[in-house]
């Protein structure tokens, strides 16, 4: 069974940083490309970064292009997401997802997600 | 800001059907695959259909998908109250160089 169960999420303030972790269970990790994807409350939903099975390519929303980082651990069967810079904005629900492709600018769909960690920014 | 446009919400009686539109651009839906979610009350997405009409095992095929240039739809047929929630269009765009999703649409069983 696949698993993805995200950590990391809290309560931060502004130009604070935090560090999202998702773990991976139940299929060949590095196989797949993965993205983070986020809903902020009562909104809809919004891609954040990707990053391709080997971490050869990457890509993020122009809205936190600079601020945050997407990385893997395949030996960990593991993806992070470094946000730092924090914005009222950033405020959302924060899915990890995997990817059907191996890259991250496939469009062949997110099979599965997490169930999501809350990431508040608010002083 | 999506720049793939969908209805707001879409409504039928139980056992109607539905179509949900999913309107892009060739940067987008014209030139990549289209796939669907759906997300129930307080719950993750679901991968509903993926490369356009194509519905992952376990899916029913009450839900199917097509599309055609720019744009894409979903549609459900023998509509129940348990297909009450928020359907998502997503794809890559190559211009945005980014995933894109729809702006989302609610779907009622009145």
């Known amino acids: 069974e696949v698993q993805l169960v995200e950590s990391g999420g809290g309560l931060v303030q502004p130009g604070r940083s935090l560090r999202l972790s998702c773990a991976a269970s139940?299929?060949?990790?590095?196989?797949?490309?993965m993205h983070w994807v986020r809903q902020a409350p009562g909104k809809g939903l919004e891609w954040v970064s990707g990053?391709?099975?080997?971490?050869?390519?990457?890509g993020y929303a122009d809205s936190v292009k600079g601020r945050f980082t997407i990385s893997r651990d395949n030996a960990k069967n593991s993806l992070y997401l470094q946000m730092n810079s924090l914005r009222a904005e950033d405020t959302a629900l924060y899915y990890c997802?995997?990817?059907?492709?191996?890259?991250?600018?496939?469009?062949?769909?997110?099979?599965?997600w997490g169930q999501g960690t809350l990431v508040t920014v608010s002083s | 800001q999506s720049v793939l446009t969908q209805p707001p919400s879409v409504s039928a009686a139980p056992g109607q059907k539905v179509t949900i539109s999913c309107s892009g651009s060739?940067?987008?839906?014209?030139?990549?695959?289209v796939s669907w979610y759906q997300q129930l009350p307080g719950t993750a997405p679901k991968l509903l259909i993926y490369?356009?009409?194509k519905r992952p095992s376990g899916i029913p095929d009450r839900f199917s998908g097509s599309k055609s240039g720019t744009s894409a739809t979903l549609g459900i047929t023998g509509l129940q109250t348990g297909d009450e929630a928020d359907y998502y269009c997503?794809?890559?765009?190559?211009?945005?160089?980014?995933?894109?999703f729809g702006t989302g649409t609610k779907v009622t069983v009145l």
């Open positions: 997802a995997k990817d059907m492709g191996h890259l991250h600018s496939s469009d062949r769909g997110f099979d599965y």
């Open positions: 139940g299929f060949t990790f590095d196989d797949y490309a």
């Open positions: 990053i391709s099975w080997n971490s050869g390519s990457i």
């Open positions: 060739s940067s987008n839906i014209g030139n990549n695959y």
């Open positions: 490369e356009n009409n």
């Open positions: 997503g794809t890559w765009d190559s211009s945005l160089s980014a995933g894109i």
